[in-house]
Structure formats: C-alpha cells, structure tokens
C-alpha cells in the first residue's frame, strides 16, 4: 500500500509567502497540523527573516529562487516556476510567475513584481528580538506590542487601510487622517511609512484594506468599520482581524 506523500516544501514556501489560494492554503495547513508539522512553516518563515537580515534584497530575491527551484525539482512534478521574494524591512514575499523587477522608493527598497493573477492584501509583522514576526490571521497579540502594516494593491489604483479596535475607536493607517483614500504603489508589497503601536483596548484589533480603481473616501471605509454595512460598489476589501490577549 502506497503511503500519502508528505506536503512538499514547494507548496509550504508558498504557503508561508501568503500566495496560495484559500482553499488550497487551508489544505496545506490542516495537512502540515494534521501530520505534526508546522514546524516546517515555521523553519521557512525563519529562514526568511534570517536571509533578509543577512543580505542585501537583490541577493535575497537570488536566495530565494534557488531555494525555490530545488524544492521544486525534488518534487518531481511538471508545475509553472513561481518565485518568492521576501521583502526589505520586514520578511514579506510575493509570488508570481514573471520576470523580476528591482524598484528604489522612498525609504522602501524592494523587489516587486508586475502581471500575475494577485489580489490586493495586507501583511502585518510584528517587532520581536529576533525580528519581524508574520502575523497570521486571529493571531493574539497584546498591549505595547509594534506592529509593521505592508500592503500588496495588485495593480489597484486607490486604497483606505483603517483598523478598529475593542472600544470601538478608528484608527485610520492609510492615510493617516480622513478624507480621500491615498493613491497605491501598484507593484510589489509596500510598508507603511510608521509602525503602530496597540493600546490597552480589549478582545480585538480589526485591519481593513479597501481598494478601487476609482477615487473615494474614508468616509466609506469607516461606515463600514461601525455598523458591519457592506461597502458599495466597486469598493472591495480584504479584513485580517488579530486577537488581543486578557
């Protein structure tokens, strides 16, 4: 009888850079917990942190590729070649089956990506001594804590990224005050210009990222935050909500 293979390191790379779809991350994961090994994930996301701190982010895309196209050769299994790249400042990867492009923007330098099938996200890092830590959705942090905000626009134009807390206070990210949603870096994943430090509000931290190809408010955004009504058209939004501890 024929053991089931184990999940292969291709697929948990790609997990860890947040590119897999939802179905098929939540099939990854629940097979690595299933089998005992989450421990892999964590390796990879360290591995990230460890080479990003090491090197500059020309020769982390490099890293990355080749560790990439060994997993993927040990597979033995014909796929279309995806490449990972973690980002300055704070470990984040991209994944997307074109040619590489190095950007300089102010205070953010970066490898990004252009084409692909990526929707707009968020990634939320948070500071540790051992440095950035990728926080996964319903993780629980607490008060003090330092969180870095990076966002992916996947090619859209206009975007409002805002968080509410337990007492139900607002805090807008992107901009920084109310009024019209800022206009995205279209390429790549792009931090947020300062970190963001959780007070003492209760039971949750709720992140929303709402984008557009056309112009709107934060008006919008905070309607939605306050009372739960849905966004109107064509806004859409990406929501990753942390847990905060007692």
């Known amino acids: 009888m024929v053991g089931e293979v184990k999940v292969s390191d291709w697929s948990i790379e790609r997990l860890a850079a947040g590119e897999l779809p939802t179905k098929q991350a939540q099939v990854v994961l629940d097979r690595l917990r299933r089998d005992g090994q989450e421990h892999r994930l964590a390796a990879i996301a ?48 991209s994944v997307a089956a074109v040619a590489i492009l190095h950007h300089k ?20 890092y948070r500071k540790t001594q051992a440095g950035p830590e990728l926080l996964s959705p319903n993780a629980e942090v607490g008060q003090g804590d ?9 090619g859209q134009r206009f975007g409002v990224i805002a968080s509410i807390d337990g007492h139900g206070t607002i805090t807008f990210h992107l901009p920084e005050s109310p009024g019209r949603a800022a206009v995205l870096a279209r390429d790549g994943e792009h931090a947020l210009a300062h970190a963001y430090e ?34 109107p058209p064509p806004l859409a939004a990406f929501e990753l909500a942390l847990r905060k501890s007692p």
């Open 146 to 154: 330092v969180l870095q905000i990076r966002y992916r626009a996947a």
């Open 105 to 124: 923007a102010p205070d953010d330098e970066y490898v990004g990506i252009k084409g692909g099938d990526l929707k707009p996200a968020l990634r939320i």
């Open 198 to 231: 959780l007070d003492d509000s209760p039971e949750f931290e709720r992140f929303l990222f709402v984008t557009s190809d056309v112009p709107f408010t934060t008006e919008d955004v905070a309607r939605s935050l306050r009372g739960g009504s849905a966004l």
């Open 46 to 93: 360290q591995s990230n942190a460890e080479i990003l701190a090491a090197l500059p982010p020309a020769e982390v895309a490099r890293d990355i590729r080749r560790r990439l196209a060994k997993a993927d050769a040990a597979d033995k299994r014909p796929r279309r070649a995806w490449w990972a790249f973690p980002l300055a400042a704070a470990c984040a990867a």
